[in-house]
C-alpha cells in the first residue's frame, strides 16, 4: 500500500482515489494537498493546479516551508502581539529571511505615511508596508547603521545611516524595548567584526614562522644560501 510523501499516512490508490500523483509516481494525501495549496499561496507562487508537475522532495520542502511560515505567523501574533490582516506583508517578509536568520523583535509601524511591519532580524532592519506593490521588503544591514535613538514623543526610532535618516513611528509594541533591541544587535555584529580580525593576524604570524622554518631548513641543507635566506625573510616580514 502507498504512503502519503508528506505525512506517511497509508493511502488507497487507484481509480476512486482522493490521492493526488506526483512526477515520480509517489501520493500525496488530500489534507497535506491542502497545505501544499497554501504553501504556494503563501509562498506568493500562484496557484498549483497541476501535481504531476511536482516530485516528491519539492512537495516535501513545501510543506516544510509551509510549517515555517504558519510558526513566523504564529510567532508575530502571539510574542509581538501583531494582528495581520494582510498576510502578504507576512510573505515578503518570510521570504525575504535568510537561512539563519531569525526574529528579534517586531511591531507595527508608522514610515512616513505608511503603516506596516517593522521587524528586526539578527541580521538586519526590516519594514514592509502595507498594500505595498514592492516585492520585498525595505531593509538596512546593522553594519549601516551609524546610530540609534528612541524618541518618546510618537513612540518613534531614529535611525541614522551615513546617507540618511530614517523615522519609524507609532510603534505600539515595547518601543524602547525595540531600539534597545536593535542597538543590542547592533553591537553583537561590530564585536563580532572586531573578534573576526583577530584570528587573521594569529594566522598570518602562525604560516609566518612555518615558512621561516622551512626557509631555515632548506639553508642548513645547502639549498638556499645565507644571502637567499634573509632576503626571503625579508619579503615575509614585509607581508605581514
Known sequence: MEKCVGCLTPLQTGFFSKAEELSDSTYLCDPCSEKVRSAFKNMDLGNLVYFKGYTSFQVQELLVKEAQFQWFLRELAKTYHLTVSDTAMVTKLFTALADGESTVHA??????????????????????????????????DYKEIASTDFISINNQIKITTPETTLFFSGIMNQPEKFCSKIKQQIDQINNKGQG????????NESSFFDILERLGNFRQNGI???????????KLLERL
Not at 113 to 134: H, P
Not at 196 to 203: F, G, I, L
Not at 228 to 234: M, T, V, Y
Request: glycine share 8%.
Open 196 to 203: 573576526e580580525t583577530r584570528p587573521s593576524q594569529n594566522t
Open 107 to 140: 511591531a507595527g509601524a508608522l514610515y512616513g505615511n505608511k503603516r506596516g511591519i517593522l521587524l528586526a532580524t539578527n541580521r538586519r532592519l526590516m519594514f514592509v508596508g502595507a498594500n505595498s506593490q514592492i516585492k520585498l521588503p525595505e531593509s538596512i
Open 224 to 234: 638556499i644560501t645565507d644571502e637567499e635566506f634573509a632576503e626571503q625573510k625579508s
